[in-house]
């Protein structure tokens, strides 16, 4: 099947479960009061889809590796123990950690802050090479993770309520205010990405061959993991930490189409991450009826896809 027919499935797939999912129990006399509680829930299921995919999507290109993520910087990591820090420094009620939006800004400046302290001594050695700034990050999302642990221990457990629903992908605790003022940011990260996606493609034979060809690689570099924290920022901030999914969805895109060309997996990857996240949700949902979270099947089915993809690469 040509790659044009399998987008159009994708797009009829995404339509046809949306409109399902917003649908069930709609009818004329409580249509506001649905649309209200739902239309924000499946805006921000797609807002954090396409963010996970198009990070997940151009930084395994500029560290050249199939099997990475974002979050093995510790970018998630370092949103969690932002979270703990303000209401261990500030108080549950202060105003930066009640106000969504200051908390967002926030958070997002002092995890974009990080990134350019990060790289600023990174790039300043002549001998950089980006495996290792991934070991820096997985030095750095441990160490973030462990002051979150300990952080949550100490703090009161009336706090602690404050902060726990951060902690854990969710989509059934959604702010309508976030999710509408997160379409700016992500929209412009995305029209970034749209126009360096030709730099991306050359990106994507190696640094030597990008760079013979004209690529300044560490400037793009740079500019690309600035886009990435912003993404990573937006899609903790909606759903919460989601480790796999953007493997998940990543590799399912590289292995139905045959493509290289940025542009066009960038929306291929985030129409499959749609779909598969409104899928999970409704399962979630209607099947299992609660019983237990989409992070957690996330966790489960991306953990175990990881280890194949490790073994097959190891096979190889």
Not at 17 to 33: E, P, R
Not at 153 to 162: G, K, S
Not at 210 to 235: D, F, W, Y
Request: glycine share 4%; net charge positive.
């Amino acid at each position: 099947m040509r790659d044009s027919y399998k987008v159009a499935l994708l797009v009829a797939g995404c339509l046809a479960i949306i409109t399902w999912f917003i649908g069930q129990g709609l009818t004329a006399d409580n249509y506001q009061f649905f649309l209200s509680r739902r239309a924000p829930k499946i805006l921000a299921i797609v807002l954090a889809a396409v963010a996970i995919s198009a990070s997940s999507l151009v930084f395994q290109t500029i560290t050249n590796n199939r099997i990475l993520t974002p979050s093995i910087l510790g970018f998630d990591s370092l949103y969690l123990m932002i979270q703990v820090l303000m209401v261990v420094i500030l108080g549950s009620s202060s105003f930066w950690v009640i106000h969504t939006m200051s908390n967002f800004l926030l958070s997002t400046i002092i995890m974009v802050f990080f990134s350019l302290l990060l790289f600023h001594f990174y790039f300043k050695r002549q001998d950089n090479n980006v495996f290792t700034l991934l070991l820096i990050g997985i030095v750095c999302g441990s160490l973030f993770s462990s002051v979150t642990g300990f952080l949550t221990m100490l703090v009161d457990p009336n706090e602690f309520a404050t902060i726990q629903s951060s902690m854990f992908a969710s989509f059934n605790n959604i702010n309508a205010t976030l999710v509408y003022w997160s379409l700016i940011p992500l929209a412009l990260c995305l029209v970034l990405l749209w126009y360096y996606a030709p730099k991306l493609d050359v990106l994507w034979l190696g640094v030597d061959n990008a760079t013979s060809l004209g690529v300044n690689t560490k400037q793009l570099t740079q500019r690309i993991m600035m886009l990435i924290t912003v993404m990573i920022a937006i899609s903790t901030a909606l759903v919460g930490p989601v480790l796999f999914f953007g493997l998940i969805t990543v590799s399912l895109t590289r292995e139905m189409f045959n493509q290289y060309q940025h542009r066009f997996l960038i929306m291929a990857s985030s129409l499959l991450a749609i779909l598969l996240l409104v899928t999970g949700q409704w399962f979630v949902e209607k099947v299992l009826v609660f019983q237990t979270t989409i992070s957690v099947i996330i966790n489960l089915v991306g953990g175990s896809y990881f280890l194949f993809l490790l073994l097959r690469n190891r096979i190889n």
